[in-house]
């Protein structure tokens, strides 16, 4: 009963944030007012959370990790994959060296390799983190995308780093190639076996619905546990079970491409994922502030120990994490230097990164979940049985970077993304013209096709002729729209648009008299439900 009080507890806090955040005057970001009710819960609650990190991996990374691989422009990620390779790698490295030696120089009672340990784990970005900081800061797609990518990749590379870093610290010693080679296992086992599980679920699904049909509620679940088999799979042959959901979802993608399901499947899918993602990004962030009250006394007891003073913990939190910016910063404006100074044929363009762009893009780094989970992977003790040195307080100061770089990020991304000079970004719109284009003559074949079909040898035949031209001329008034230049396309969108409103007003218009009719015992309620989700079903086209 505890464990569901406080479950149910996490739930309702994330509910009540979304509200909490929409009558602030301020736009604070989402996840810190989750962390803040987490903290409330845990001084006013008797029940505690003993977090247990693999099961912490299990229940949340997975679907979520999926569900990003598996909306992440596709494009973007390919187009800039040199920024996002060198990020996710050399970003990673560059700091659990710089990093690892500042802290052990700062704080010496945290040896070495628990330094590096710490580096390692707050090297990396987090998408959770990164999507709910989009979410009330307008990002630039292209820098969005770049920022996706690599924390979608780091997370491998900061927590292999992080392993040998605590391997280092137990046995006393440390093998490059040892490392070397177990990254490239992680990396790649991991990779393989995401793309395998999708590939072959979706196939196997393809070919049960062909001879069975299609049920919703099995075809949503099914995409539900595509994640936890990729990484369950991964962690059982010791690969990385995070790097097989990423890749688990960026198959998923491709393989959505090519396949038949319902369009209702599709909708509920939708509403189903967007539901997870909101309940387990915030149950994260709720977790965090629940934990951070036990963090913090744990952090004071260490920092006493060593004669120190508590006043302390914040001042290394900030100096940390300032760190981490700085070097940041050195990174991204080395490497796109030369990256985003190029065309993609070569040449030299006039456009180099200006200083607001490469900060923006050191703030934006933020942490997350990724950070939580992995700092609490510490072992408790060394093989000679005497405690992990200074764990509780290298556990606080990594919660401390997540909570600062969360602040830092929503006060600094709005300034500095104010009239901010990026590359000019393609906006695609000749692609769009194009395949709206091609899809309405396609629809309109098909229309073609099946009213000769359907009206051949009927006495009635002219209704499907008249039906028929009634639904073309819709898609060629999209073609005509498409086709126009300058100002003439313009009034065509702005048509479009026009009637999309009006479409939408006249949709509310009618579920608001269905309703009114089952209020007033005029219609039945099964009925009733029908038409409202055929209603639905329009408006989110339109929507």
């Known amino acids: 009963m505890e464990t569901i009080t406080i479950v149910l507890l996490m739930l309702l806090a994330v509910v009540v944030s979304d509200s909490v955040v929409r009558v602030l005057p301020l736009p604070v970001p989402l996840p810190l007012v989750q962390i803040g009710l987490g903290a409330a819960i845990a001084s006013v609650a008797s029940i505690r959370v003993e977090l247990d990190p693999d099961i912490f991996f299990l229940l949340f990374l997975p679907p979520l990790l999926f569900l990003d691989g598996w909306r992440i422009p596709k494009e973007g990620l390919f187009r800039d994959k040199g920024i996002i390779l060198e990020m996710a790698l050399g970003l990673v490295i560059f700091t659990v060296l710089g990093v690892g030696f500042f802290v052990h120089w700062m704080i010496p009672s945290i040896p070495?390799?628990?330094?590096?340990?710490?580096?390692?784990?707050?090297?990396?970005?987090?998408?959770?983190?990164?999507?709910?900081?989009?979410?009330?800061?307008?990002?630039?797609?292209?820098?969005?995308?770049?920022?996706?990518?690599?924390?979608?990749?780091?997370?491998?590379?900061?927590?292999?780093?992080?392993?040998?870093?605590?391997?280092?610290?137990?046995?006393?010693?440390?093998?490059?190639?040892?490392?070397?080679f177990?990254?490239?296992?992680?990396?790649?086992?991991?990779?393989?076996?995401?793309?395998?599980?999708?590939?072959?679920?979706?196939?196997?699904?393809?070919?049960?619905?062909?001879?069975?049909?299609?049920?919703?509620?099995?075809?949503?679940?099914?995409?539900?546990?595509?994640?936890?088999?990729?990484?369950?799979?991964?962690?059982?042959?010791?690969?990385?079970?995070?790097?097989?959901?990423?890749?688990?979802?960026?198959?998923?993608?491709?393989?959505?491409?090519?396949?038949?399901?319902?369009?209702?499947?599709?909708?509920?899918?939708?509403?189903?994922?967007?539901?997870?993602?909101?309940?387990?990004?915030?149950?994260?962030?709720?977790?965090?502030?629940?934990?951070l009250p036990s963090i913090f006394w744990g952090a004071v007891k260490n920092v006493h120990a060593s004669g120190s003073s508590y006043w302390w913990l914040p001042v290394y939190v900030v100096v940390i994490y300032g760190a981490l910016?700085?070097?940041?910063?050195?990174?991204?404006?080395?490497?796109?230097?030369?990256?985003?100074?190029?065309?993609?044929?070569?040449?030299?363009?006039?456009?180099?990164?200006?200083?607001?762009?490469?900060?923006?893009?050191?703030?934006?780094?933020?942490?997350?979940?990724?950070?939580?989970?992995?700092?609490?992977?510490?072992?408790?003790?060394?093989?000679?049985?005497?405690?992990?040195?200074?764990?509780?307080?290298?556990?606080?100061?990594?919660?401390?970077?997540?909570?600062?770089?969360?602040?830092?990020?929503?006060?600094?991304?709005?300034?500095?993304?104010?009239n901010i000079d990026l590359p000019a970004e393609d906006t695609h719109q000749k692609e769009e013209d194009y395949a709206r284009i091609a899809a309405a003559e396609a629809a309109i074949m098909a229309i073609e096709k099946a009213q000769h079909d359907l009206a051949t040898g009927r006495a009635d035949a002219d209704i499907f002729t008249d039906v028929a031209t009634r639904i073309m001329e819709l898609y060629r008034k999209r073609i005509d729209g498409r086709m126009h230049l300058g100002e003439e396309r313009e009034l065509a969108v702005l048509s479009e648009e026009i009637e999309k409103r009006l479409r939408i007003t006249a949709l509310k218009a009618e579920r608001q008299e269905i309703y009114r009719l089952v209020r007033a015992r005029r219609l039945e309620s099964t009925i009733a439900s029908k038409m409202v989700r055929d209603i639905d079903m329009m408006e989110a086209r339109y929507g």
Not at 183 to 204: E, K, P, Q, S, Y
């Open 112 to 180: 070495l390799p628990v330094a590096f340990a710490l580096a390692a784990i707050v090297s990396p970005t987090d998408p959770i983190a990164v999507s709910a900081i989009a979410a009330r800061v307008p990002i630039p797609s292209r820098m969005m995308h770049i920022l996706e990518g690599e924390s979608l990749l780091n997370d491998a590379s900061g927590l292999v780093c992080m392993r040998f870093a605590v391997a280092a610290m137990l046995t006393g010693a440390f093998s490059f190639s040892a490392a070397f």
């Open 325 to 418: 910016v700085g070097l940041r910063f050195l990174w991204v404006w080395a490497s796109w230097r030369f990256a985003l100074s190029r065309r993609s044929d070569g040449q030299q363009t006039v456009v180099r990164p200006s200083w607001q762009l490469v900060a923006t893009m050191s703030f934006a780094g933020v942490r997350g979940a990724i950070t939580l989970a992995g700092i609490l992977t510490l072992p408790l003790f060394l093989n000679d049985g005497t405690l992990f040195p200074a764990r509780d307080l290298v556990i606080f100061l990594a919660a401390g970077v997540i909570i600062l770089s969360l602040v830092m990020a929503s006060i600094c991304l709005p300034k500095l993304l104010k």
């Open 182 to 291: 177990t990254f490239l296992w992680l990396a790649f086992a991991g990779i393989a076996i995401g793309i395998g599980v999708t590939i072959g679920v979706t196939r196997g699904k393809a070919f049960l619905t062909r001879r069975l049909g299609e049920e919703s509620g099995s075809q949503i679940l099914i995409s539900l546990l595509i994640p936890f088999g990729a990484y369950l799979l991964a962690e059982h042959v010791h690969a990385s079970g995070i790097l097989a959901a990423v890749a688990a979802g960026i198959t998923m993608s491709y393989a959505e491409n090519s396949s038949q399901s319902l369009a209702v499947t599709r909708v509920r899918r939708t509403a189903v994922w967007d539901t997870a993602q909101f309940a387990a990004n915030g149950a994260i962030f709720v977790l965090l502030g629940e934990q």
